[in-house]
């Protein structure tokens, strides 16, 4: 098994704790690599590395911003090189389909050559100030060490949307990937050094989130924390955070809604329906788990939606032919087979799957069975909470007004989704409801030029888009006396 180490200071290192932890293959449910155990040494040396890069004499502060962008376009590239093997390695540590990682990773060179793009259109602006012999303008600088802290799901596909904003804004970075799924991560580290970025520029730390995550958030020289995984997580790293006063961004996943009106196209909405829960083994943040359908087309909708899920392959996430894989780790297959057992005692009716796959191309991976429930009462906590897996609640509606009430009845806003002919129907109900992103007669489509985030407990913040760079700036306001004149000193100007 290979042995990672860790990268401090543009030098791979050893943890000090001298220990590693199995990186687990959740086809195989074996060990397959070890991942260094950070601890808060480590973090300690990784921020003082990060903190010694920014400083006002680095090489990388007084590299142009023009220079910023050119390497994080030579980073793109190299990941456009390295995309296959870098594919195959996160669908060994994470289980995801390799058509899925594939593609993710064909895609992530655009993050950053979109935000190497934006490197040197970082601009302040003058401001026609009201005060008489005074000029005004502002300043876009950098906040200084980012902490990068990712989940298991996408591993470097959610760590591209940080660190591209995070680098072309000129601060430096420490990562600390999922203790799940670290591998991809380390063999990334390689690239910044081979793009050119200085040392300690980024740092990596991988380890558990009390051991590493808690003393990388509370560190007094970190400056801005961007987080990205489950709300409880979430929550806590906030609170951390806000003791030091620090910037944050959260994307804690959601309990999203598929809306599917009676004018729909009922095959692009059945299919969407499927994409939205099933695909990615429903372990993303934007998973449609909630798919409210019109009363009257119901009872037809779910038998097309049933029909079109039991065909759903279930196996090898390497073999191209498998639509469905393993849940990423052991801990979240349980969580999901419990949530099924809690629907199942609250009175859901299971309509397909509803327990964990026995079927003999699944060997000893942790698999759950595609499952749907319907008879879902808003008050189950199957209608209310992320359940991350291929778990989907069927839940009918009587009209617009409704379907707004029982979609918008979360503490979550990540995404939605609208199936419509009527564009009357789709604007209105982009305005009405309540997440971050909303799709009309499509699902899960994300892009690097289009901002991502939540509403209500699903975040704060954008990732992608040009918004997401103003998450990496702060604004110094500078005034300047061109009038030579000396006004009353006891007086505000
Ligand atoms: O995530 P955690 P977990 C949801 C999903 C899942 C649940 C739990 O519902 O079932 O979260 O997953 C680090 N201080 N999502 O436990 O704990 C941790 O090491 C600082 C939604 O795997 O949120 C990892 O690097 N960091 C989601 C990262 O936080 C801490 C994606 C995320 O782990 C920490 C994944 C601490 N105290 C899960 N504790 C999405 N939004 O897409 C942990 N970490």
Known sequence: MKKYQLLVGGEWRDPSSGAWLESMNPFTGAPWALVPRGGKAD?????????????????????????????????????????????????????????????????????????????????????????????????????????????????????????????????????KPSEFSSVSALEFGELFERAGFPPGVVNIITGFGNEVGEPLVTHPDVAKVAFTGGDRTGEQVYQMAARGIKHVTLELGGKSANIVFDDADLTAAVNGVVSGIFAATGQTCIAGSRALIHRSIYPEFAERLLALARTARMGDPLDSGTQVGPI????????????????????????MGGAAASRPECGSGWFVEPTI?????????IANEEVFGPVLSIIPFDD??????????TVYGLAAGVWTASMRRALMM??????GTVWVNTYRAISYMSPFGGYKRSGLGRESGAEAIREYLQTKSVWIDISGSSPNPFVMR
């Open 43 to 175: 973090v300690d040396a990784a921020v003082a590395a990060a903190k010694a890069a920014f400083c006002r004499q680095s090489e990388w502060r007084r590299m142009t911003a023009t220079g910023r962008g050119a390497l994080l376009h030579r980073l793109g590239d190299l990941v456009a090189v390295e995309a296959e093997r870098l594919a195959e390695i996160e669908t060994r540590d994470n289980g995801k389909l390799l058509a899925e990682m594939r593609a993710q990773l064909n895609y992530i060179p655009q993050w950053f050559r979109y935000f190497g793009g934006l490197a040197d259109k970082i601009e302040g602006r003058v401001i026609p100030i009201d005060k008489p012999g005074v000029f005004n303008f502002t300043r876009e600088e950098p906040l200084g060490v980012v902490a990068a802290i990712t989940p298991w799901n996408s591993p470097l596909l959610l760590a591209a949307w940080k660190l591209a904003p995070a680098l072309a804004a000129g601060n430096t970075v420490v990562w």
């Open 328 to 351: 990423t780790t052991r801990p979240q297959y349980e969580k999901v087979l419990d949530y099924i057992r809690i629907a199942k005692e609250e009175g859901a009716l299971c309509r």
């Open 373 to 381: 429930f319907t008879d879902v009462r808003p008050e189950m906590r």
């Open 400 to 409: 617009e007004e409704d379907a707004i009430r029982i979609a918008n009845n």
């Open 430 to 435: 982009t305005e009405r409801l309540e997440a």
